[in-house]
């Protein structure tokens, strides 16, 4: 049912429940997976000129971060027997990332954490789950710490 399974990760306790379930859903239906993280380049664009870091300095933290997110989610699919590709790939926000990576792996279904955020916390730093719900024509598996 289910050939390609894109997984975004970000490090978060939440992205790691998302993986779990991707797991028993790639052994289900023999999937193979694609875990992407998506490097927003200019996160503070509009919010001012000073910033705790520079643009270089940011982008390398991210990057950093990054890798090892996918790492770690390469080790648990990998120790579950199950086919795993990684990507680091840069959008200009992560819910469009996810998206146009989805479209062009040709994957069959995104399996993605949600941190359930609300009220002002959800204004401020917005939901990449919702996003990806309003914008992507692929079935999404919301996962829920």
Known sequence: ???HILVPVDGSDTAQTAVDKAI???QAFGSRVTVIYVIDPYPFTGVGTDFAYGQIEYL?????EANT???AAKES???AGVTVDT???EANAVWRGIVEAGASLEADLIVMGSHGRSGLEKLVLGSAAQAV????KLPVLVVRD
């Open 69 to 71: 997110s996918v790492h």
């Open 77 to 79: 699919f990998i120790a």
């Open 24 to 26: 028993g859903l790639a």
């Open 87 to 89: 990507s680091v790939i």
């Open 1 to 3: 049912m289910f050939k």
């Open 133 to 136: 719900l309003s914008h992507t």
């Open 60 to 64: 390398s933290a991210a990057t950093a």
